[in-house]
Every structure is written in C-alpha cells, then in structure tokens.
C-alpha cells in the first residue's frame, strides 16, 4: 500500500520559513517523480515544484527563488524549503508521486496546512 505523509506545515509570519516533508512507503521511490501542490481555499489545485527520479527540478514562476524542492531516494522522502513566505503562500500543501515512466500511476498525500499571518 503506497502511503504519502506529509508534515511540517504551521503558522508562520510573512517573511518567514518553512520546510516540509513528504515521506514515502510502499512504492519503489527512485523511480517516481516527486512533486509539491497547494492548493488555497476555493482555489484550483496548483503545482509547486517537482523533482524527477534523476533530481531535475521545475518550479510555478510565483515561487522561483523562494522555494526548493529536494529529496532523499534513500530515505523515501521529499522536501520543500519555503522562504520568504507570503499571504499568498498559505494554503494546503500536497505532495504527489508519479511513476515516471507511467504518468497515469499517481499517488497523493493528505495535506499539510501552511498558514501565513502577522
């Protein structure tokens, strides 16, 4: 059974900080993409950044430079470092897993709430 959880979401003043992490199990993580979404209340889903199986990262232009998206195939996990966080940055954050070579095999994580308020 493939499981995705995510943690590391909070408060956090604008300006501010913070890392989350994604941990995998039950699939064969190095051959996954590995992506964050957001997605804000009445909003569409949106994607972040992604990160494929060889570590080549894209990211939406709204977060170039300010955020980075990582991970560890050894330890099944996937980090997003978020800088300079903005009110437009709150929302619920989703990590994805896509089988790289079969882009119709996808998994999603529950969500972590970031929250951004002075």
């Known amino acids: 059974q493939v499981q995705l959880v995510e943690s590391g979401g909070g408060l956090v003043q604008p300006g501010g900080s913070l890392r989350l992490s994604c941990a995998a199990s039950g699939l064969t993580f190095d051959l996954f993409t590995m992506a964050w979404y957001r997605q804000g209340p009445g909003e569409w889903r949106d994607l972040v950044a992604e990160?494929?199986?060889?570590?080549?990262?894209n990211y939406a232009e709204s977060v170039k430079g300010r955020f980075t998206i990582s991970r560890d195939n050894a330890k099944k996990m996937v980090y997003l470092q978020m800088n300079s966080l903005d009110f437009e940055d709150a929302a619920v954050y989703f990590c994805k897993a896509t089988l790289a070579a079969l882009p119709t095999v996808a998994f999603w994580g529950q969500g972590t709430h970031v929250t951004v308020s002075s």
């Open positions: 990160i494929t199986p060889s570590s080549s990262a």
